[in-house]
């Protein structure tokens, strides 16, 4: 009841659950597979306003991410939080559920009480490591007294906390013989507290960071216990492949690469790379879970509405013209195509994927997004009855002489300029494409993704960079975990960031800008660079107004958004058409 950390967690916390989770487990059955329930319990990580009281912990220490004190647990509670615990897992084995993982990493209660950072007490749940255990190694203990023989338990655990004073790589290995001589069955290697703010980026690793962060931290503990270990952290299918050939753990999980596409794993062993949907490691599954949303993901529109989202055949098959081959147009193509229509996407440049996204895949630590551009490639050559056509602008009498019967606009954006490029500004994309260099001195008008990522580029280069933002803080259009790790990258190179201030004019030798107080003031810079937004190129769109049956448009051409709404809008615009 005051363990969830989210308001659409399951539970299992009651008899009344058990007859959801065995439909769960035939389902999963019934197509090949084993499913294990993760028994979690948030502790001080749960917010009071979902649980509605006040939140328990081992110790009464304010949750850094959530920003409230808990009550500490009495000695009764935690024997209570125990049985809890066991009857849990007896549940999921009575559903039918091939094994449990108790949670016990990432700064939620049970591994609040492993860390010496949440864990104050001085009772027999304290103190030394034998201390903290206790609460993990009685649970283990207590499953393994309710259920079956052979009853599978793993526990997950935060293999170092990289926090001061916190739980430290030599305490969670003697943790681990611990709990396997209590029963583990197997070790789930992760790392870092997420709601104390210790190394979050280890846990949900964004693209900027390199793959397989925790990999040397499960290789020691596969050296260190007799029981099996499972590695994780923004795995591919290849670095799975070599850490198991290299003996550094038994098995590998996927986490976000699941959610980008379900059947990676068996598109793996069928040797259908091409065709896997990857995970860009962009974290909009985790902006969304973590603002109370539903589950949504930038590269796979279905995900969370799979039923609702079948695509099946259209009733009457159209003539299909998509005009623009970045992800909006890629995507309303597939879908389009997919369904029966007869599609033809025209693209005027020379490759798919369309100027933002070759611009942004362009950048260091980016690469992720090509995947997006080889993916649905893949996908449009698998389908015969969808033509592409690159090189070629698409006008007003082209479309006459085609005749389709539905025409996508998907021709993307353009930088907002603000009329500053006639003193002298240039543009994020500019610099990025190598179409402008700038000078030493640089100031970068807006704080948001792009501009972001364009100081932080040129200053990798040497250059002295600003970066002037109107709002009160920069780079909010991010998730918390990519936006820290920008934000740390630009401030070791050195950026300045100046906030609540706006730029209100470009002059030859820098911009004029009102600071909070409202006084004007003058920046010197041998380089404006812009980056505020997009806005739609329409003037195609609005020329074919009335010249065909149906006329659409989605992403910036529509209006500006993310890579997310520019997938989402093109997928839901032609699974219905």
């Not at 039918?96 to 949440?118: K, N, R, T, W």
């Not at 969670?172 to 290697?189: C, R």
């Not at 055949?313 to 013209?321: D, L, N, V």
């Not at 009160?472 to 950026?495: C, F, N, P, Q, Y």
Request: with cysteine; glycine share 10%.
């Amino acid at each position: 009841r005051l363990g969830p950390p989210l308001p659409c967690v399951p539970g299992i916390y009651h008899d009344k659950f058990i007859p959801g989770l065995a439909r769960l487990a035939n389902g999963i059955h019934e197509r090949g597979g084993k499913v294990a329930a993760q028994l979690h319990h948030a502790g001080r990580a749960a917010y009071p306003r979902i649980i509605g009281e006040q939140s328990v912990a081992p110790s009464p220490l304010p949750c850094l991410a959530v920003g409230d004190t808990p009550r500490e647990l009495t000695v009764r509670e935690i024997e209570e939080l125990v049985e809890a615990f066991g009857d849990a897992a007896l549940r999921a084995q009575r559903a039918g559920l091939d094994a449990v993982e108790i949670h016990g990493a990432h700064g939620y209660l049970v591994a609040q009480f492993l860390s010496p950072l949440s864990n104050r007490r001085t009772d027999a749940y304290g103190g030394d490591v034998e201390g903290r255990v206790r609460f993990a190694r009685e649970i283990i203990e207590n499953i393994k007294g309710k259920t079956t023989a052979g009853f599978p338990v793993i526990f997950r655990i935060s293999a170092d906390e990289f926090l001061e004073e916190g739980l430290i790589q030599q305490q969670a290995l003697e943790m681990a013989n611990i709990l396997k001589t209590a029963g583990a069955d197997a070790i789930h290697v992760s790392a870092g507290s997420f709601y104390d703010m210790g190394a979050p980026e280890k846990i949900i690793a964004p693209m900027y960071l390199p793959r397989g962060p925790l990999v040397e931290l499960a290789a020691n503990m596969k050296k260190a216990v007799g029981v099996p270990v499972i590695a994780v952290g923004s795995m591919t299918g290849e670095l799975a492949e070599q850490i198991l050939k290299d003996g550094r753990c038994d098995f590998v999980a996927f986490g976000r690469a699941l959610i980008a596409d379900p059947h990676y794993v068996r598109k793996l062993n069928e040797q259908r790379e091409d065709e896997i949907c990857h995970c860009i490691r962009c974290n909009g599954c985790l902006a969304t879970i973590f603002l109370f949303k539903p589950l949504a993901c930038t590269v796979n529109p279905r995900v969370g509405r799979e039923k609702e989202s079948e695509l099946g055949a259209a009733a009457t098959k159209k003539k299909f013209m998509v005009i623009g081959g970045g992800p909006a147009g890629m995507e309303a193509a597939i879908v389009a195509g997919m369904r029966g229509h007869e599609v033809t996407l025209y693209e005027r440049s020379d490759q798919l994927g369309g100027e933002q996204l070759k611009l942004a895949m362009s950048l260091p630590g980016k690469e992720d997004l090509k995947t997006i551009v080889t993916y649905r490639t893949a996908m449009l050559d698998g389908l015969e009855n969808v033509t592409i056509k690159l090189n070629e602008e698409v006008d007003k009498e082209l479309v006459a002489r085609e005749k389709p019967e539905v025409v996508v606009v998907a021709t993307g954006g353009r930088p907002h300029l603000m009329g500053w490029d006639e003193a002298g500004a240039v543009t994020a994309h500019d610099i990025i494409g190598g179409k402008a260099q700038a000078g030493h001195k640089v100031i970068v008008t807006g704080g948001g993704l792009v501009g972001c990522e364009t100081a932080h580029f040129l200053a990798e280069q040497g250059k002295d960079v600003t970066v002037i933002e109107m709002l009160d803080d920069v780079a909010t259009d991010m998730d918390i975990i990519s936006r820290m790790v920008l934000l740390a990258k630009m401030e070791d190179r050195g950026v300045e960031i100046v906030t609540k201030t706006e730029v209100v004019e470009v002059v030859n030798d820098g911009v004029v800008v009102t600071d909070p107080e409202g006084k004007r003031r003058s920046i010197f810079a041998d380089t404006v660079v812009l980056a505020l937004g997009v806005e739609p190129v329409d003037g195609l769109l609005k020329e074919l107004d009335g010249l065909v049956p149906e006329l659409y448009a989605c992403g910036d051409a529509k209006e500006y958004g993310t890579l997310m709404d520019a997938i989402r809008a093109a997928f839901h615009l032609t699974k219905s058409r």
